[in-house]
């Protein structure tokens, strides 16, 4: 008999659900109507032995509770910070997501937005746009990478990979996170004094409560008016009404940011200043990436069902 799986999300084309369901028994969750869901808890979650969702869609515990005899939950995405990873663990459930395959793109979103901060890409962009060029307006200019300090918050498989590729910029690395690291004599004594020491501050932290609101005003006031803050991580690290107010009051230099406290809603007011970069959470949203992870995610289904360990379990 096919194990029935709730599917949440929408990153799971029409295609990979019809395979999927060559294997299992699909509620696609997404597809349903209200009252097609209503029935569905009324009677199939019972039965449900496996939930496939997204690091944004999460599960908390409240909905783990819908399904009694859960077994796996399987995460498309690294960010676990919509998953009640405890509720799950205490119910010995396996909770699975899919770090590594999207590592390497989501650092090059960071130094992409670093870079488009430093040389001012999107004012660029608009200045030839608006026909500012031929009218010689004048233009401010940018500023270099080599010889800058990137301070790097969360020093984990994204940060480093993000620090490999400044360092072919002839930047320098410093970072802070809880533990040591691979590279002790880099570390910072705390987020502030990172702050202080840098010219960017890249956020790679996972998010969370441990996390929330960690970039806070005086971080960024230790970042300063000639420093730029960088976050591909999640929106809850950084106090952003009192981001929009270092860089409306030019305490603070740039801002580039990927993610967002209430996304996809912006303040107005970030969206309005011209000092920031801004892109819609999209680290991981590559061809390659996004059908490694798909396949990721499937596998430690696959694996579980088959009576395997899962591929990428996350350790209580
Ligand atoms: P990772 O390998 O687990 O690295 C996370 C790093 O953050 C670790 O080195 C960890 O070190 C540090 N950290 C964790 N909690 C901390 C705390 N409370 N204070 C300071 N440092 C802390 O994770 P990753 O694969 O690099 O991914 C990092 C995050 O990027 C994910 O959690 C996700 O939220 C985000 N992400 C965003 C996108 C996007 O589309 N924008 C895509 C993928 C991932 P310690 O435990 O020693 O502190």
Redesign the pocket.
Known sequence: MKAPIAVYGSVWPDELLAALETRFACHVMARMTPAETAAFFETAAAQVRGVLTT?TVGIDAALAARFPLLEIVSVH?????AVDIQALHARGIVVTNT?DV??ED?AD?AVALLLAAARRLPQLDRYVRAGHWAAKRPLLPARSLRGKVAGI???????QAVATRLRAFGMAIRY????A?PEPALRTASLQALAAESDYLLV????GA??RH?VDAAVLDALGPDGSLVN???GSVVDQAALVDALAAGRLGAAAL??FEDEPNLPPALAALDNVVLTP?????THEARQAMRALAIDNLLAHFGGRPALTPVLP
């Open positions: 690091g995405g690294v960010g676990l910070d770090p999207l590592t989501v979103l918050y969360g020093y984990g498989r994204i940060g802070f996170q809880r533990s690291g790679c932290t996972p998010g441990a996390t960690a591909i991580a999640r990927d993610v959470h999209v680290g991981s949203f």
